[in-house]
C-alpha cells in the first residue's frame, strides 16, 4: 500500500524563506510562543502523526465504510483509536484561545496541521475540521454562557461539532429553508426539520456532536433574512458541563457516496429538538458566513493535499515502472526498458501535479498570513482590524476555493494516468483519490457559486472592481522590484503585462454588465480561473525569487532543492499560465451563445 510522506522540505522552505513567517509571528500577541524551534517540533511531530496513524487508514477506511445502527454510526477500523492519540497530542486545541484550554497558537498553524493530516487521510480530518468551524462561530457570535459550556470540551476533543444547512429541496439557495425553531419558555428552542449532506453528522469518536443549525422562527421574514442560527446538541449539557439527556436528534441515514467513505454524510432529523439561539435573530446566515469560509479555506485543501499525494505515489511510480525507450535515446541501457519518468509527456504530467501542490501551498500559506491577522483582530475586539484582513481574505476565499480543487482534480486524474491501468485498479489508491478529490469542487459552495461570489458580489458589487485594483498593485511592486535579476526577469514581465490585462477584463465586464446582467454569470467561471491562475504566478514568481537568492546567498536546504524551484517555475509560466488567456477570451465571449438556444431545444430525442 503507498504511503505518505510530509512534504516538510517545502513547508519550511515557504514558511522561512519565501513568507518570514518567523518576522510576521512576531508582530502577532498569539505569536509569541510560535519560535521557530516550537513551529518546526510542531510539524515534525505532527508529520510523524500523519504518516504513521492516519496514513495506513486512508485505504481500510475507504473499503470499509462507515455504518449505521439504531440512529448510531460506527466509523471504520482504527479511527477511534487515531482520534484518541489526537486528542491527547492537543491538536484540536493547537490554535484556540487559552481561556478556552488551547494552546493559543496562531490560527495559520491550524492550517498547517489540517494540510498534512487531510493530505494524508482527507475523511479522518474532516471529522476535527467540522469542529474547528463550530467552534470559530460559537467564539465570535456565542454568548459567554455559550462559550463557558461548549468551547472547553471542543478545543479538548472530547465533543464534536458539525454544520447543517443544507435540506433536501435547497442547496446553494438557502432562502429556502424549511427547518422551524420554537421558542420555549425557558429560553431554549424546539427545533424541526430535516438536513441533509452533513459532514461527521453521527460518529463514535465524541462523546457529544454539537450541531450548528440554520432555522427560521414564526414569522421571519422570507428568504436569507428570515434565517436564524441554532446550537443543538446531541446530549443536552448538564449544568455541571457534562453530557445529559440525548436530544431530539438522529441520523437517518447515511448518504451512498462516490468517495470519502470513511467520513459520516449523514440525513440529520430534527424532531423538536431543544436548541439555543447563537448571534441575533434573523441573523443567522451572516454567522453561519464565518463557519462557511473556515470551511472553504479548509476546502481549499482539499485541491493542494490530494494534488501533493498523487504526485508522491506517481513520482515512486514513473521512476520504478519501465515502459519502450526514451526518444532520445536509452538512459537505462543494462534494464528492459527505460524508466516512465525518462519520457517527456510522463514528465508533462508529473510536473503538473508538482506546480499545482507546490503553486497550491503557497496560496495557502499566503492567505493563511491574512487570517491571523484577522483572528487577532477579532480576539482583540478591533473591530476595524478584522474587517481589513476579513475583506482581503475574502476576496482570495473563492479563488482558493474554487480554483485550487478544480485543479485539484486535474491532479489526482493526471496520477491515474501516469499509472495507467494500474491506477484503475484500488490496489494503488490512485483511483481513491480521484474519487475523494471529486467531492472538493461541490461540497462548500460549487466551483460555479465561488466564481458568482468572486465576480458578482467582491469585485463587481461589493468593491467596484477595487479588490482587483489592490491586489494587482501588491503583484505589480513584487514584480517590479525583480526585473533586473536575469533568472526571474520573464516571470516578472508576465506578471506586469497579466496585472494590466486583469484590471482590463474586470473593466470590460464591468461595462458589459450594464447592458446584459447575464455576463456577470456567464464571465464568472472564466473570469475566477484566470484569476488564479495569475495568483499561482504570483506564488510561483515569490518561490523563484527566494530560491534565486538562496543560491547566491545561502539557504535552509541544497542547492538541487532551490534549481529544482526555478525550473519548476519556468515550467509552469511556460506551461500552465498562457490556460488563462483561454480564460481570458471565454469570459469576454458574449452571454448570447449561452442563452439563445430554448431550453425545450436543448435536446431532440425519440
Request: hydrophobic fraction near 40%; glycine fraction near 10%; charged fraction near 25%.
Amino acid at each position: 500500500m503507498p504511503v505518505y510522506k510530509a512534504p516538510l522540505r517545502d513547508m519550511k522552505f515557504l514558511l522561512n524563506e519565501v513568507f518570514d513567517y518567523p518576522k510576521h509571528y512576531a508582530t502577532l500577541a498569539s505569536g509569541e510562543n510560535a519560535t521557530p524551534d516550537i513551529v518546526d517540533a510542531i510539524l515534525t511531530e505532527c508529520a510523524r502523526f500523519s504518516e504513521e496513524q492516519l496514513s495506513p487508514l486512508y485505504q481500510p477506511g475507504d473499503e470499509e465504510g462507515c455504518t449505521l445502527k439504531d440512529g448510531e454510526v460506527t466509523t471504520p477500523k482504527g479511527y477511534k483509536e487515531a482520534y484518541d492519540h489526537y486528542v491527547m497530542g492537543g491538536w484540536q486545541g493547537l490554535s484556540a484561545p487559552e481561556e478556552y484550554g488551547g494552546q493559543g497558537l496562531p490560527a495559520s498553524m491550524g492550517l498547517l496541521k489540517q494540510e498534512m493530516m487531510g493530505t494524508a487521510n482527507w475523511s479522518f480530518s474532516m471529522y476535527p475540521g467540522l469542529s474547528m468551524g463550530a467552534m470559530n462561530t460559537i467564539f465570535l457570535h456565542g454568548s459567554d454562557d455559550q462559550k463557558d459550556t461548549y468551547l472547553l470540551p471542543m478545543t479538548e476533543g472530547r465533543w464534536a461539532g458539525t454544520m447543517c444547512l443544507t435540506e433536501p429541496q435547497c442547496g446553494t439557495d438557502l432562502g429556502q429553508v424549511k427547518t422551524k425553531a420554537e421558542p420555549q419558555a425557558d429560553g431554549s428552542y424546539k427545533v424541526t426539520g430535516t438536513k441533509i449532506f452533513i459532514s461527521s453528522g453521527d460518529h463514535d469518536l465524541t462523546e457529544n456532536i454539537i450541531h450548528i443549525v440554520l432555522a427560521r422562527l414564526p414569522g421571519a421574514p422570507k428568504g436569507t433574512r428570515g434565517i436564524s442560527l441554532f446550537i443543538v446538541p446531541k446530549f443536552v449539557p448538564t449544568a455541571e458541563g457534562g453530557v445529559g439527556e440525548r436530544n431530539a436528534v438522529v441520523c437517518g441515514s447515511l448518504e451512498k457516496k462516490m468517495g470519502i467513505k470513511a467520513s459520516a454524510t449523514c440525513v440529520m432529523n430534527f424532531d423538536d429538538a431543544t436548541g439555543y439561539l447563537i448571534g441575533p435573530e434573523n441573523e443567522g446566515l451572516e454567522c453561519m458566513f464565518t463557519f462557511m469560509n473556515t470551511a472553504r479555506i479548509g476546502t481549499a485543501i482539499q485541491g493542494v493535499g490530494p494534488a501533493e499525494l498523487s504526485y508522491q505515489w506517481a513520482l515512486d511510480y514513473a521512476k520504478e515502472r519501465r515502459s519502450m525507450r526514451a526518444l532520445s535515446g536509452k538512459k537505462d541501457p543494462e534494464q528492459v526498458a527505460d524508466s516512465l519518468i525518462h519520457h517527456a509527456d510522463v514528465r508533462r504530467m508529473l510536473l503538473t501535479q508538482k506546480a499545482i501542490a507546490e503553486g497550491g501551498r503557497a496560496m495557502l500559506y499566503d492567505a493563511a498570513r491574512l487570517a491571523d491577522h484577522m483572528v487577532e483582530g477579532h480576539s482583540a475586539g478591533d473591530a476595524e482590524k478584522a474587517a481589513k484582513y476579513d475583506d482581503k481574505l475574502g476576496f482570495l476565499t473563492p479563488i482558493l476555493k474554487g480554483f485550487l480543487t478544480e485543479l485539484g482534480n486535474e491532479a489526482a486524474n493526471l496520477g491515474m494516468q501516469v499509472f495507467g491501468g494500474h491506477g484503475y485498479i484500488r490496489e494503488h489508491g490512485m483511483e481513491q483519490i480521484a474519487r475523494d478529490t471529486r467531492i472538493a469542487t461541490l461540497y462548500e459552495g460549487t466551483t460555479g457559486i465561488q466564481a458568482l461570489d468572486l465576480l458578482g458580489r467582491k469585485v463587481l458589487l461589493t468593491t467596484k472592481g477595487g479588490a482587483v485594483r489592490e491586489f494587482t498593485a501588491r503583484i505589480a511592486n513584487f514584480a517590479r522590484k525583480h526585473l533586473t535579476d536575469s533568472r526571474v526577469r520573464p516571470f516578472a514581465v508576465e506578471l506586469l503585462k497579466l496585472t494590466a490585462q486583469w484590471n482590463l477584463l474586470t473593466l470590460r465586464i464591468m461595462f458589459a454588465a450594464r447592458k446584459d446582467r447575464d455576463v456577470v454569470s456567464s464571465a464568472s467561471y472564466d473570469f475566477l480561473m484566470y484569476s488564479g491562475y495569475v495568483t499561482m504566478a504570483y506564488m510561483w514568481l515569490r518561490q523563484a525569487v527566494a530560491a534565486a537568492d538562496r543560491l547566491d546567498n545561502g539557504g535552509d536546504d541544497s542547492e538541487a532543492f532551490y534549481n529544482a524551484k526555478l525550473a519548476t517555475a519556468e515550467f509552469y509560466f511556460e506551461r500552465l499560465l498562457p490556460r488563462a488567456q483561454t480564460h481570458a477570451t471565454s469570459m469576454l465571449s458574449p452571454s448570447r451563445n449561452l442563452m439563445q438556444i430554448d431550453p425545450e431545444n436543448m435536446a431532440f430525442t425519440g
